[in-house]
C-alpha cells in the first residue's frame, strides 16, 4: 500500500494559559491522542463544535504549532527530528493553507500579483519571468481575470479573496492542502461556488486535502472520510458514504447530524443539555460523558479505545454507541453523572 502523505501518531498540544497562579502550570488540553493518516488523494473531512480542537489539529499539519508529544510524519520523514528552518522549508513548500477568513489572510497593502508571486520568491522558484508566468497561470486556474492582478484585497469581493488566498495555498504544488472553515466568512451565494472549485482542484491537480467545518454535511459532502472531534480528542473516523446514510456509532456525531437540516432525511433534533466542560481541566474518562444520554457510570474510568464498526475504516471511541433507533431515545441516566 502506498504510504500515507501525512500521519500522525498519539500527538498532545498543551497551551499554557496566561494569567492566574504561575506555579500551578495550568495549561489548555487543545489536542490529546490524536491519531491521524491521511492517504494520497484523499479528502479528510474534520468536524466538531468550536473549541473542539479542528484548528489546532490543521495547524499541526502545516507546522504552525508544534506538539507538545507524539510525531508527525510527513511522506516517510520525522519532522521532529528536523531543524526550526529545515521543517518550515520543507512543509512551506509541500504544504498549503487556506485560512478562515481571506480578509485577514491577505496583505491589504500588496496587489494580487504580489500576493501569489511571494511564495514563489521565498522558496526562489524559477527565474523572474517564469514567476510571473506562475501568478498568470495560478489566477486562471481558481478563475480570477487576468486584469485583477493589479487589485488590491480590499478592491475585490469577498468571494474573490477566497479565491486568491486558495491559489496562493497552490503556489507551490503542494501535495496537502489543508482549508480551516474555507467558507464561514462568505455569503451563502459564493459558498457553493468556492467548495464547488476546491473539488475540481482537488481532483485536476491530484491533492491531498483535509477540509475543516463545523457543518458536518458539508464535510461529508466535500470528503471521503469524516473525523468527528470533540474537547480535542477524535472520538469517531467513519466513510464519508456510512454519514451520508446516517450510520454513524458515536452519540455526538448523531447530535452534529441531527442539528443540520436535510430536505431528503430530516432527523429528530437531539438536545445536547450543559455547556462543553472546561479544556483546562477536562472530565475523566470519556470527556463527552458529561453531555450523553447514553452515559454510565464506566464511561468516568477511561477513555475507550477504537472499536471497528461495519465499514472498512470505520471506528468509534464509545462505550455505549448508537446501533439502533432505540438508541436515539433520551434517558435522564447521564444528568446523574458528576
Known amino acids: 500500500m502506498t504510504p500515507?502523505?501525512?500521519?500522525?501518531?498519539?500527538?498532545?498540544?498543551?497551551?499554557?494559559?496566561?494569567?492566574?497562579?504561575?506555579?500551578?502550570?495550568?495549561?489548555?488540553?487543545?489536542?490529546?491522542?490524536?491519531?491521524?493518516?491521511?492517504?494520497?488523494g484523499e479528502t479528510v473531512g474534520i468536524v466538531g463544535e468550536s473549541?473542539?480542537?479542528?484548528?489546532?489539529?490543521?495547524?499541526?499539519?502545516?507546522g504552525l504549532t508544534r506538539p507538545t508529544e507524539g510525531t508527525v510524519l510527513f511522506e516517510g520523514?520525522?519532522?521532529?527530528?528536523?531543524?526550526?528552518?529545515?521543517?518550515?522549508?520543507?512543509?512551506?513548500?509541500?504544504?498549503?493553507?487556506?485560512?478562515?477568513?481571506?480578509?485577514t489572510a491577505l496583505n491589504r497593502r500588496l496587489p494580487v500579483r504580489a500576493i501569489l508571486r511571494d511564495p514563489l520568491d521565498v522558496h526562489r522558484r524559477g527565474t523572474a519571468a517564469e514567476r510571473d508566468a506562475r501568478v498568470r497561470e495560478l489566477m486562471s486556474?481558481?478563475?480570477?481575470?487576468?486584469?485583477?492582478?493589479?487589485?488590491?484585497?480590499?478592491?475585490?469581493?469577498?468571494?474573490?479573496?477566497?479565491?486568491?488566498?486558495?491559489?496562493r495555498a497552490l503556489a507551490l504544488e503542494?501535495?496537502?492542502?489543508?482549508?480551516?472553515?474555507?467558507?464561514?466568512?462568505?455569503?451563502?451565494?459564493?459558498?457553493?461556488?468556492?467548495l464547488n472549485l476546491m473539488l475540481d482542484l482537488k481532483d485536476r491537480l491530484g491533492l491531498s486535502m483535509v477540509f475543516v467545518s463545523h457543518d458536518i454535511q458539508t464535510v461529508r459532502r466535500m470528503s471521503d472520510r469524516v473525523v468527528t472531534m470533540y474537547l480535542g480528542r477524535i472520538v469517531e473516523d467513519a466513510p464519508a458514504a456510512a454519514?451520508?446514510?446516517?450510520?454513524?456509532r458515536h452519540p455526538y456525531t448523531r447530535a452534529l447530524l441531527s442539528a443540520t437540516p436535510s430536505l431528503l432525511d430530516p432527523m429528530e433534533p437531539i438536545r445536547l443539555?450543559?455547556?462543553?466542560?472546561?479544556?483546562?481541566?477536562?472530565?475523566?474518562?470519556?470527556?463527552?460523558?458529561?453531555?450523553?444520554?447514553?452515559?454510565?457510570?464506566?464511561?468516568?474510568?477511561?477513555?475507550?479505545?477504537f472499536t471497528p464498526a461495519g465499514d472498512a475504516g470505520h471506528a468509534y471511541r464509545c462505550l455505549h454507541p448508537?446501533?439502533?433507533?432505540?438508541?436515539?431515545?433520551?434517558?435522564?441516566?447521564?444528568?446523574?453523572?458528576?
Open 322 to 338: 448508537v446501533t439502533d433507533p432505540s438508541d436515539l431515545a433520551l434517558s435522564p441516566v447521564s444528568q446523574e453523572i458528576p
Open 243 to 248: 454519514v451520508a446514510r446516517g450510520d454513524t
Open 4 to 40: 500515507p502523505v501525512m500521519e500522525l501518531g498519539g500527538v498532545h498540544v498543551r497551551l499554557p494559559v496566561r494569567g492566574g497562579n504561575p506555579l500551578r502550570r495550568a495549561a489548555v488540553h487543545a489536542l490529546t491522542g490524536a491519531d491521524l493518516a491521511i492517504g494520497r
Open 174 to 194: 503542494p501535495s496537502l492542502l489543508v482549508a480551516d472553515e474555507p467558507t464561514s466568512a462568505l455569503d451563502v451565494s459564493v459558498r457553493a461556488q468556492i
Open 141 to 167: 486556474l481558481v478563475g480570477l481575470p487576468p486584469h485583477l492582478a493589479a487589485a488590491l484585497p480590499g478592491q475585490l469581493s469577498g468571494g474573490q479573496r477566497q479565491r486568491v488566498a486558495i491559489a
Open 51 to 62: 473549541g473542539c480542537g479542528k484548528s489546532t489539529l490543521a495547524k499541526v499539519l502545516v
Open 273 to 305: 443539555d450543559g455547556p462543553v466542560p472546561s479544556a483546562v481541566h477536562p472530565p475523566s474518562g470519556c470527556p463527552f460523558r458529561t453531555r450523553c444520554w447514553r452515559a454510565t457510570e464506566e464511561c468516568a474510568a477511561a477513555m475507550p479505545a
Open 77 to 103: 520523514d520525522d519532522l521532529g527530528a528536523l531543524k526550526s528552518r529545515e521543517r518550515s522549508a520543507r512543509l512551506g513548500s509541500s504544504v498549503g493553507m487556506v485560512f478562515q477568513d481571506p480578509a
